[in-house]
């Protein structure tokens, strides 16, 4: 199944990707993104996968840790310690759409209603 990124996703990817190049290289960077391309990739092919979540109080909506999605990856392209989660729901025409990515140390329900918003 496709998947696809809201604006606010593409916004939130890039400064993540931005930070995470700043903070540890851009070597780092590019690994963060195969891991964010392999955990929407895996949303989207198994929306109710093992380890996605639905997300309390928001319906419809769920949650999937991109630690998850590390073994798809070879060893050396491996993130060591993910901090994020995809937020994300299946829209009406079965398409994922991709609302967010958050950290994991937010209130996951927030975040979820703020991704919502800012579709």
Known sequence: MPY?????????????????AQAFGM???????????AAASAVA???????S?????VPGVRAYS???SRTKLVP???????????IYRVATD???????LVHD???LSRAARRAIRDA
Do not use: K
Request: aromatic share 2%; proline share 3%; charged share 25%.
């Open 4 to 20: 696809r990124l809201t604006a606010a996703a593409e916004q939130q990817i890039d400064l993540i990707l931005l930070r995470s």
């Open 45 to 51: 092919n198994d929306p109710e996968r093992v380890g």
């Open 53 to 57: 979540r639905a997300v309390a109080r």
């Open 27 to 37: 070597e780092a960077a590019l690994r963060y993104n195969l891991l964010i391309v």
């Open 66 to 68: 991109l630690r998850l």
């Open 76 to 86: 050396s392209d491996r993130v060591g310690v993910p901090r994020h989660l995809i």
């Open 105 to 107: 140390r937010m209130v």
């Open 94 to 100: 079965g398409v994922v759409e991709i609302l967010g």
